[in-house]
């Protein structure tokens, strides 16, 4: 009972949310709720599901079955377009840019993204002072992207690329974000830097939803971490719960969650 | 503009206008939204159709004889755009080519309407009149030049409005990342059918057009062919800007007329063409111009600066 009233406050309440391919059954009745203004990590070895759960969260991918409540509006029937105009957006595991266009124009397309009628039936250049520009502005700032700011974004380096990816998942004002392994392929100095900034995005009051294999950023910023195995949830908890979780070392097969401590 | 000065025949001069519009509608699906269309002939020869039926049986002035191409250009692709841009690549180009083929037979299929194999004939060319007032008379090839010189300017205005605004560069990011565009908040299908449906009313207008120049609406302007060529000016001009499509359209026209002229097997030669251009540029023409006013630009850059050493060692 104390479980269910400490959920009122979710902003994201997921319910038995099922994804299957075929005979193959990716996502298996998960239940999840992402508080606001919180970081909620989801790990768990390859293959877990992790990535098949964002996709059926944020509509990339339909869902099977299940309800995914979203302040109290039920979205799991919308599809993925029409999430981001409720406040939920993404990024990809694997870097996902608009290659030709430049970095400004990628965020700006992406700011858009929040008004899309402005877009269909926007027969004007778009100027200065349009909120989409504005944001994209703000967000070269925050994301250290100006000086490559007219570059095509096929052409940054791989951390400028990833920052991009993030940067362009918050360019639609989400409630919530999710990111997919934001650090993927990054080298040491980078990936601090990027959990400096994901850190900063809960002290701006987004909810994160992440998936990280990094156990340093997971276990120093995350408030709930959410362990799946075989498509189902293992345990949920805090990060000290999850350290000293037995179930947790097994399916991690050895102590690389501990960072070798125990 | 500058056309009479470089070609000696009104029609040849037309013919390259109003094609160059079929492209550039050809540009804004191909190159803007990645989207390759083998159905641009439908609206070329719907276009064609409507604006002859209409100037045979109702005798309507020019202003609605376009309107009524361009409108059917655009209704035709709705009906085509709603099924074919459920698919995506190679299915997309076959559906469209499909629909293509239907158009083609429903047109020879309906001789009451479409006169068949014969097509329409004895189109005539009405004056522009405002208001029933004779404003210009389009009798000569030279003045329907200068119709149709209007018409594709504020064609080419509009066009390059849409290519700009906010919905053009939306276009880009969907060629660019479909999946990312999704991602970010937009229903890729409505942008696309958008897009389906300017290009359609776009080609219609030129279908129109090209009736009126003519003077027959043949079964031949709504064949595969009509496609094949649109798409083909489209490319061989480039797809990076709207302008290279004039490029491509002007140098297919000009190449085909002087060509037929010389050797009936011409179509061989532009075969090679298009060889050419898919292997070594695949910018198009427009990209060949580029880089020739980069070097001219770079050798220009290059000639001062020569000068100014020169002086420099003068003054030694």
Known sequence: MSQIQSYQGALLQARGVTKRYGAFTAVDSVDLNVMPGTIHSVIGPNGAGKTSLFHTLTGTVPITAGSIRFEDREVGHLPGHQRVQCGLARSFQVTSLFQSLSVRENLRVAAQGRAPRAALFGWRAPREGDAATAMAESLLGRFRLESVALRAAALLSHGQQRRLEVAMALAARPKIVFLDEPTSGMGVDDIQEMKQLIFSLKQDGFAVVLIEHNMDIVMGISDTITVMQLGRVLVEGTPNAIRSDDRVRKAYLGNMITGGMN | ?316
């Not at chain 2, 025949?9 to 989207?35: H, R």
């Not at chain 2, 490319?235 to 490029?247: C, E, K, P, Q």
């Not at chain 2, 090679?272 to 850059?301: C, D």
């Open chain 2, 1 to 316: 503009m500058a056309l009479p000065l470089a070609l000696s025949s009104g029609s040849l001069a037309t013919e390259l206008l109003i094609y160059a519009m079929a492209a550039m509608a050809c540009n804004l699906l191909l190159g803007y939204t990645g989207l390759m269309s083998f159905g641009q002939g439908i609206f070329f020869g719907l276009g064609s159709y409507a604006s002859g039926l209409l100037l045979l049986h109702l005798k309507v002035s020019m202003a609605l004889a376009l309107l009524g191409a361009t409108g059917i250009g655009a209704l035709a692709a709705v009906f085509v755009g709603w099924f074919a841009i459920r698919q995506r690549g190679v299915y997309f180009v076959m559906l469209t080519l499909a629909f293509a083929q239907m158009f083609y037979f429903l047109a020879y299929s309906m001789p009451d309407i479409t006169g068949g194999d014969n097509g329409l004939l004895d189109i005539a060319r009405p004056n522009v009149q405002f208001f029933g007032q004779e404003m210009f008379n389009t009798g000569s090839p030279w003045r329907y030049y200068a119709f149709v010189g209007v018409v594709f300017l504020a064609v080419f205005v509009v066009m390059q409005c849409v290519a700009e605004s906010k919905f053009g560069r939306t276009l880009l990011s969907i060629r660019d990342n479909e999946a990312r565009a999704s991602a970010v908040g937009y229903n890729v299908k409505s942008f696309k059918l958008l897009a389906f449906v300017i290009s359609g009313a776009v080609t219609g207008l030129a279908g129109g057009l090209h009736a009126m120049l003519t003077g027959i609406a043949p079964l031949s302007s709504i064949e595969y062919h009509v496609s094949e060529t649109i798409l083909l000016m489209t490319i061989i001009g480039g797809t990076g800007n709207l302008f290279a499509s004039v490029i491509g359209a002007a140098a297919y026209v000009v190449t085909a007329d002087w060509l037929a002229s010389v050797w009936p097997r011409w179509m061989l030669l532009l075969g090679l063409l298009l060889i050419a251009v898919t292997l070594y540029m695949q910018k198009g023409l427009w990209g060949v111009l580029e880089r020739a006013a980069l070097a001219l630009r770079s050798r220009r850059a290059a000639a001062p600066a020569a000068a100014v050493e020169a002086g420099q060692g003068e003054q030694a």
